[in-house]
C-alpha cells in the first residue's frame, strides 16, 4: 500500500498524559495537513507543512499541540497533557502541490480516547 | 469568514431514483469547491472538484456563484453510492474547509 500511513491506528491514554502520533505521506507528495475530526461533525484542519516547513496552524492547535515534519518526509503530531476534549480522530493527508490545491490524499486515521 | 453548509445530515433514496447532496458556502474570495467521499471503512477521498467539471462514478457538482451553492447531483442512484459525502472549500494557503456531512443511503 503507498498511501498515507498513520501510527498508531488507536490510542487511549488517560487524561493529563501525552501522546505523539505519526504520519507517513505518499512518497512523492510536498504537502502534509493534519485535521481533526470529532463525531457527527466534517474534518477541521489544524496545520500545514510544505517540505519542512511550518506553513500555517489552525486557532484550533492550542499550546498543547506540536506538529513537526524535520526532513520533509513523515510528520508527528504530539499532544501534552491530554484532556477529555481532545478525544477525536486524528487526519493525515498529503498532496503534491503541482496537483493542485485541494487533492489531498488522506490517512486512515488515529483514534484518540482521553479516558 | 469561510463556511461550508450541509443542511441534510442524513439521506435515503432508492435504488435508480435521482439524488442531490446540497451544500452552501461563504466566502469572500473566489471559491474552490470540492466533494470528498468516505465509503464504509474505507479512508476519505476525493470525489470530483469544481476546476475541472467533471463527471465522476456518474456525480456532476455545479458552482452557483449567485447561490453560493455546489450541490452534488446524480440521475440514477446504485447501492454503492450509499457513503458520507464532505462538501469542502479551499480558503487561505491550502486548508480545507469541510461541512458536516451527509450520509447518503441507497436502498434497494
Known amino acids: 500500500d503507498t498511501g498515507v500511513s498513520q501510527d498508531p491506528r488507536h490510542k487511549i491514554t488517560k487524561r493529563g498524559q501525552n501522546v505523539t502520533f505519526r504520519c507517513d505521506p505518499i512518497?512523492?507528495?510536498?504537502?502534509l495537513y493534519w485535521y481533526r475530526q470529532t463525531l457527527g461533525q466534517g474534518p477541521e484542519f489544524l496545520t500545514y507543512f510544505q517540505n519542512e516547513a511550518q506553513l500555517e496552524k489552525s486557532r484550533l492547535l492550542s499550546d498543547r499541540f506540536s506538529a513537526e515534519r524535520p526532513k520533509g518526509s513523515f510528520s508527528t503530531l504530539e499532544i501534552q497533557r491530554t484532556e477529555q476534549g481532545d478525544s477525536a480522530m486524528y487526519l493525515c493527508?498529503?498532496?503534491?502541490?503541482?496537483?493542485?490545491?485541494?487533492?489531498?490524499?488522506f490517512g486512515p486515521g488515529t483514534r484518540l480516547t482521553v479516558t | 469568514a469561510q463556511r461550508v453548509t450541509q443542511p441534510e445530515k442524513l439521506l435515503s433514496v432508492f435504488k435508480g431514483a435521482p439524488v442531490e447532496l446540497k451544500c452552501n458556502y461563504s466566502?469572500?474570495?473566489?471559491?474552490?469547491l470540492f466533494w470528498y467521499v468516505q465509503y464504509s471503512r474505507q479512508r476519505l477521498q476525493l470525489l470530483l472538484r469544481h476546476i475541472s467539471r467533471e463527471s465522476i462514478k456518474g456525480f456532476t457538482a455545479d458552482l452557483n456563484k449567485g447561490e453560493t451553492s455546489f450541490h452534488l447531483k446524480k440521475p440514477f442512484a446504485q447501492e454503492e453510492d450509499s457513503a458520507m459525502y464532505y462538501c469542502?472549500?479551499?480558503?487561505?494557503?491550502?486548508?480545507?474547509?469541510f461541512g458536516e456531512g451527509t450520509q447518503l443511503t441507497v436502498n434497494p
Open positions: 466566502y469572500s474570495g473566489s471559491p474552490e
Open positions: 469542502a472549500l479551499i480558503t487561505s494557503g491550502s486548508r480545507l474547509t
Open positions: 493527508a498529503s498532496s503534491l502541490v503541482e496537483l493542485g490545491k485541494g487533492e489531498q490524499y
Open positions: 512518497s512523492e507528495h510536498n504537502r
